[in-house]
């Protein structure tokens, strides 16, 4: 069996070993969510649905921070950079939500890009150092410390449940539907 993937270039392979089928599982969920935020104007990013204050652009924005605080701060413990870094969240607990709607679409997409850049090259220096088994710089709360393998996993879960977030948005929008957008990025 091989671990290439030549029907679906991004995503799980068919039949590959663990760490290629997680990177490639959420590599699939980072390209779909780059599908269901992109080309949009200020107005699509700023649209909410139903009661919800939730919008495209805060989810881009999120996602951006939770890129940078599992695969930086947390994976390796080193500082986050900005703008994270100069954010009080103890006072502003939701502040990537909040200010979202203050950045562009393009520069919304740009922190959201940089942020995947940054996470792939992290665990890439992570997976070299000693595989997905490793144990994570920072540890939970709880005193806990989880394996490399489960912060992808939880990462995977983070991107599936705000895809799902992302697709009413987005359809709300401009009645975008599907998960398998034709050309996959981010």
């Known amino acids: 069996m091989t671990d290439t993937n030549e029907q679906d270039p991004v995503?799980?392979?068919?039949?590959?070993?663990?760490?290629?089928?997680?990177?490639?599982?959420?590599?699939?969920?980072?390209?779909?969510?780059?599908?269901?935020c992109g080309g949009l104007d200020a107005a699509g990013m700023q649209a909410t649905v139903g009661a919800s204050t939730m919008t495209l652009g805060g989810l881009v924005k999120h996602l951006a921070l939770v890129e940078d605080h599992y695969f930086t701060t947390r994976l390796h413990g080193r500082d986050p950079g900005p703008p994270w870094n100069?954010?009080?969240?103890?006072?502003?607990?939701?502040?990537?939500?909040?200010?979202?709607?203050?950045?562009?679409?393009?520069?919304?997409?740009?922190?959201?890009?940089?942020?995947?850049?940054?996470?792939?090259?992290?665990?890439?220096?992570?997976?070299a150092a000693g595989?997905?088994?490793?144990?994570?710089?920072?540890?939970?709360?709880?005193?806990?410390?989880?394996?490399?393998?489960?912060?992808?996993?939880?990462?995977?879960?983070?991107y599936a449940r705000h895809v799902g977030h992302a697709d009413l948005i987005r359809e709300s929008v401009d009645g975008l539907t599907g998960e398998d957008p034709p050309?996959?990025?981010?």
């Not at 995503?11 to 269901?36: H, N, Y």
């Open 131 to 158: 595989g997905v088994e490793q144990l994570i710089s920072q540890g939970w709360p709880d005193g806990r410390t989880p394996s490399l393998r489960r912060t992808l996993i939880d990462m995977i879960e983070e």
């Open 86 to 127: 100069a954010v009080d969240w103890d006072a502003d607990p939701d502040w990537e939500w909040r200010t979202a709607a203050e950045d562009s679409p393009e520069q919304l997409m740009t922190l959201w890009q940089e942020a995947v850049t940054r996470s792939r090259a992290g665990v890439a220096e992570a997976l």
């Open 183 to 186: 050309q996959r990025s981010g």
């Open 11 to 36: 995503g799980p392979p068919v039949a590959g070993d663990e760490t290629t089928t997680l990177l490639g599982s959420l590599d699939r969920q980072r390209a779909t969510f780059a599908w269901k």
